[in-house]
């Protein structure tokens, strides 16, 4: 197993390839106050998102910018960054030099999961694989209260 993790990591590292779904600990940069409009850096494809503030989790994820908020999406998959998420929606997000730090709230609606899945769509090339709404994890991140 620690063979074929290497040989995917050095892979993608030869190719060029910036997505290795690999998680980290706590993210390091400069706290920035979230912008009211995120258009512009949610221009990035990959971003990294902290998770578990008592025990920093961090994941490289692809990132959708709708509005005025900011959406990751794992699928139907129940990661360990959904786990803890549920456990505590405070997250950090990391875009360039700059950490964010937001709340994460679970999308529920069939029509904003509909729209995301088209500017999904329009960004990545491709639809979710799966669209129905209570089987995925779909997370819209705004500022903290």
């Not at 990591?9 to 920035?32: D, I, K, M, N, R």
């Amino acid at each position: 197993m620690k063979r074929y993790l290497l040989s995917v990591t050095l892979l993608a590292l030869l190719t060029g390839c910036g997505y290795v779904p690999f998680s980290g600990g706590q993210l390091e940069g400069v706290v920035a106050p979230a912008p009211a409009d995120w258009s512009e850096l949610s221009q990035a494809s990959i971003i990294q998102l902290e998770t578990s503030p008592a025990d920093p989790y961090s994941v490289k994820l692809w990132v959708i910018g709708m509005e005025s908020a900011l959406y990751v999406h794992a699928g139907d998959n129940h990661t360990q960054w959904v786990e803890n998420i549920e456990q505590n929606p405070e997250v950090r997000l990391q875009i360039g030099d700059s950490i964010f730090e937001l709340r994460a709230t679970r999308v529920t609606g069939n029509e904003e999961f509909q729209r995301f899945s088209d500017v999904y769509e329009t960004k990545y090339g491709n639809r979710p694989r799966n669209e129905n709404i209570a089987e995925i994890y779909l997370f819209r991140l705004g500022p903290r209260q």
